[in-house]
């Protein structure tokens, strides 16, 4: 049964860092195409432009670079996931200190951005990466700035039951497509025809790297829109003991 089950994550590992691959090759094209053309349009025509076109030309290409950024993170994270949660290094961690640590990064590349936190007053210890937890925060996150279509409230919820710590993130955008959410954590979804071009700036690749991540922590993710606000909700959840000396 082991061996079986090995066999199922070796296989599952390697279709995921294939499509990644596929998707990844279309999403680094697109950014460095673009920045190529703005610098180039930059030092070609630097005499004839004004203030404000060279002005807009380097913003672009500065956001290009941090939408390339992003990505070199997520396949940053995707290579310490080999498929055996044996081998991930899962210290005792603080969640709240995870979660906030998040936010003071969000809030330096989205210093506007409405995120709200509830936690509770006690202190939730979890077994974790607490890199990569700080990585599918991020993702979700910034998926819900960027894709949450004028969302004026994103609220991260840290709740625990007997088993598991439980962590929610919530806006009140627009939502998820009804027809995408089988199909949310998958690569291909920057081939779906309902979602935007804009939208399919890193959205696939980002929700398939965090849901490999809790994958390989022993822990689930869901998504599903509020029955209420209409918006998007994301819950992980991360076993509160270590679960993989309990199957030996």
Not at 93 to 110: G, N, P, Y
Request: proline share 4%; charged share 25%.
């Amino acid at each position: 049964l082991k061996e079986q089950e090995k066999i199922r994550a070796d296989a599952q590992t390697e279709r995921l860092r294939s499509n990644l691959l596929r998707a990844i090759s279309h999403d680094l094209r697109t950014p460095l195409t673009s920045m190529i053309g703005s610098s180039s349009l930059i030092l070609e025509n630097h005499s004839e432009l004004g203030s404000d076109e060279c002005l807009n030309l380097v913003v672009s290409i500065k956001e290009d670079a941090q939408w390339l950024l992003r990505i070199v993170e997520n396949l940053l994270s995707i290579t310490r996931i080999t498929g055996h949660t044996t081998k991930l290094n899962k210290p005792l961690e603080v969640a709240e200190e995870i979660i906030t640590d998040s936010v003071l990064k969000l809030k330096k590349r989205f210093p506007d951005a409405p995120i709200k936190l509830d936690i509770p007053d006690e202190i939730i210890v979890v077994p974790m990466d607490g890199i990569l937890i700080e990585q599918v925060i991020l993702n979700l996150v910034e998926n819900s700035i960027k894709h949450g279509n004028g969302a004026s409230s994103i609220i991260i919820k840290l709740t625990q039951d007997k088993i598991n710590a439980i962590f929610h993130v919530i806006d009140n955008g627009k939502g998820i497509p009804k027809s995408l959410l089988p199909h949310i954590f998958e690569t291909n979804l920057l081939k779906t025809t309902e979602v935007s071009s804009d939208t399919n700036r890193n959205m696939g690749i980002g929700l398939s790297v965090c849901y490999s991540i809790i994958s390989a922590h022993d822990g689930t993710m869901t998504a599903n829109n509020d029955p209420i606000t209409g918006g998007a909700v994301f819950t992980f959840t991360l076993p509160l003991k270590e679960v993989n000396n309990e199957k030996n």
